[in-house]
């Protein structure tokens, strides 16, 4: 985050940056609130989806580079890597990283927390592509990957 590139453009909208910060310090929830709970699937499973997280994850924050934002931005568009499939791969990591919290230990406490900060990185997402559709690179970038968090599934 210190050494990022300068945004074109942020946003000023308070909401946002509340929405912004609310879902990506929340992620610390988990690690200190999860419920020893139940597995669901034998380790190797939720240890596979545990390694494609972090494989997938590794990838999209080499990928992105100095692009790296909290709060919607605009910066340089990047269209390769997990990017040339998904628009959101970082937030597909965290999706993955919450299955598999839940496959492992599973409880409705971790459910319902992993399951909530779901809906505000997607919720997220949302508001910063409206943010970013004002760059006609970027429409075209969502006209060429359909996809926001999983391929195939728009």
Do not use: C
């Amino acid at each position: 985050m210190v050494t990022r590139r300068p945004p074109r453009r942020t946003t000023t909208d308070l909401r946002f940056w509340l929405l912004a910060f609310v879902p990506t310090y929340g992620t610390f929830g988990p690690a200190f609130f999860a419920q020893p709970g139940v597995p669901l699937v034998s380790l190797w499973i939720s240890n596979a989806v545990a390694g494609a997280a972090l494989l997938l994850g590794v990838t999209s924050r080499l990928t992105l580079g100095r692009n790296i934002s909290i709060v919607p931005a605009q910066r340089n568009l990047v269209t390769t890597g997990p990017y040339a499939y998904i628009r959101h791969p970082i937030y597909t990591t965290v999706f993955l990283t919450y299955l598999s919290l839940n496959l492992q230990m599973f409880s409705v406490v971790n459910l319902l927390m992993t399951s909530t900060l779901i809906v505000l990185f997607m919720v997220k997402s949302l508001i910063e592509e409206a943010f970013l559709k004002k760059d006609t690179d970027y429409v075209t970038y969502m006209q060429k990957v359909r996809y926001r968090w999983v391929p195939f599934v728009a």
